[in-house]
């Protein structure tokens, strides 16, 4: 999928909203140069993230992109297709740029908004 056709998912069998309402965990500014700059998110720093969206979605996380809601992840084996609208934390600052692997660093994302974000190139 190319930049022209970010936030157009035809090719998959989920729909996302033409005019999503903004949502609040977006907002983040996110951090960066910190004690965890350029690593990846803890398991724990993980869930406190999902936590944090899922209070500000009555108990449901929902993609800061689409706004839809995501599923639990599962285990896959090679192979297997991912659920399109499985939850991803996601760093606000990317790594490449300094981004922390903290909570205040991180989104929630589905799957498919997650690989098919324009790049951020580090300048």
């Known amino acids: 999928m ?15 909203n033409d005019q999503a309402k903004p949502p609040k965990q977006a907002d983040k500014p996110g951090t960066a140069n910190g004690d965890r700059s350029g690593k990846d998110f803890t398991r724990k720093g993980k ?6 969206n899922k209070d500000q979605n009555e108990g449901a996380p929902h993609c800061v992109d689409c706004d839809e809601p995501t599923n639990e992840p599962k285990k896959t084996v090679k192979g297997d297709k991912r659920d399109p609208k ?14 922390d692997g903290s909570p205040s660093n991180g989104a929630v994302r589905c799957f ?10 580090p300048f």
């Open 2 to 16: 190319t930049a022209a056709t970010w936030g157009h998912h035809d090719d998959q069998s989920i729909h996302h």
């Open 47 to 52: 869930r406190e993230v999902i936590q944090e």
């Open 86 to 99: 499985e939850t991803n934390v996601d760093h606000i600052v990317d790594k490449a740029n300094g981004g």
């Open 112 to 121: 498919l908004c997650n690989i098919t974000k324009p790049p951020k190139w």
